[in-house]
C-alpha cells in the first residue's frame, strides 16, 4: 500500500503518533495501565504556501519535529519522577498541548537550544576539526570532506551504540521498534493486532534514522563542492548548510517513502542497516502501548478501506492494457492485415469507378431517349400541321369549284 502519512517517535515508555496537525503520546503507566493524550500541532506548512515549497517544508518539518519530541517526550518522563501522587495524577490529566507555564516555555527554549548547539559542536565542528589534523598530508579537498563524513558517521555510530547500553534508551529502542512495527501492519493492509504488528519488520523508511544518515551522506556531497580558503568561513559554511541539507535530505525521505522503485530501495538500505542500532524487538505491552497511540489519532480501517480499492482499481487497469498488449498482432501478422486492407480499399475504389461508369451509360442513354423522343414529337407536330394545311387547302378548293359554278350560271 501506499504510504499512510503516519509517523511517530519513542518516548519514555511510550509512543507518539502524528498525523497531519493531530498527535498522540501513550504511555505505559508504573501501575501497568495506558495513559493516551490527543493534542494538536499546527504546522507553519498549514499556514503560508511558502513553508509547503520543497526543501523549505523539509527544514520545518525538522525543527517541529524536534520541538514536538522534546514536548512528547518531557510528558512521559513526568510519569517516573518522584513526585507526589496528587501532583503525579495533576500532569497525568494535563495535554502536552495545554498551556504551559512561560518559565516551563523558556526552559524548554533553553534545552532545545542547547541540544542543538551540542549536535552542531559533536557531529559537525568535530568531524571538520579532526579532518583538518591531517590536511598537511592531504591535499585535496574533496578527500578531506569524504574523511570529515566519515568521521561523522562513526561519531553518530558510536554515540548510538554507547547510549544503547543504559536501560531507559535500550526500552526506548524496543518501543521505537513497536512504532515501526504498527506503522509497517497498517501499511500492510492487516488489521491492528498484536499478532499482526509482531510479525512486521522493525525497520521503515521514513525514520528518523534514515533521515540521519541521509543528512550526514549529502553533508559529504556538498562540502566536497563548497570551499573557503579562511577556516572559520568553511566552518560557518557547514552550520549555514545545516538546514539546507536536512531540508533536501527530507525530500528523500519522503519520496523513498513512497516509492516501490528498485533504485529507490538500494539507495535506502544503509539507513534502513543503521535502524539496527535504534531499533529492538519489542514485547506485548509496547505494541498495545504503540497501537493505542495509532488508534488515537488514525483512522486505519478507512485508510486500508481506501488503499483496497485503489488497488482494484490499479488491477483493472493494470488488466485491461495486458489484455490490450495480449490482443496485438506480430509484424507479418500486421503487414498481412496492411495489404488485405489495401486490397479492400483498391476493391471498392474499383466499385465505385464501375457504378460511376454504368450511371454516367444510363444518363447518356436517358438523354439519346429524351433527344428522340423530342425528334418524335416535333416530327408529329409537324404532320399534324400539314394535315391541317391540306384540309384547309381542300376546304378552299372546294368553295373556289362553288363560287366558279355559280358564275357560270349567271352567266348563262
Known sequence: MKSSGIGGQAVLEGVMMRNKSDYAVAVRKPDGEIAVTRG?????AERSLFFRLPIVRGVVAFFESLVLGMRTLTYSASFYEEEEEEKQEKKEKDAPDSKKDWKEDVQMGVTIAFSIALAVLVFVALPYFM???LIEKISSYAAL???EGLFRIALFIGYVVAISFMNDIRRTFMYHGAEHKTINCIENGLELTVENVRRQSKHHRRCGTSFLFIVVFLSIIFFMFIHFDNMWLR???RIILVPVIAGV???FIHFAGNSDSKVVEVLSKPGMLLQMLTT??????MIEV????VEEVFDWREYQKRCIAAKKSMAKLQKNKQEAAGKRKSRAELAEEIKRREEENAKRANDRARRLMEQERKEAELEKLASEAAKRKTKRQATMVQSVEDEDEGALEGLDHYFDDGKKEENK
Open 40 to 44: 494538536k500541532c499546527r504546522s507553519l
Open 131 to 133: 579532518s583538518q589534523l
Open 145 to 147: 570532506a569524504v574523511i
Open 235 to 237: 566552518m560557518l559554511s
Open 249 to 251: 535530505s527530507y525530500e
Open 280 to 285: 529492538r524487538e519489542p514485547d506485548n505491552k
Open 290 to 293: 504503540a497501537i493505542a497511540s
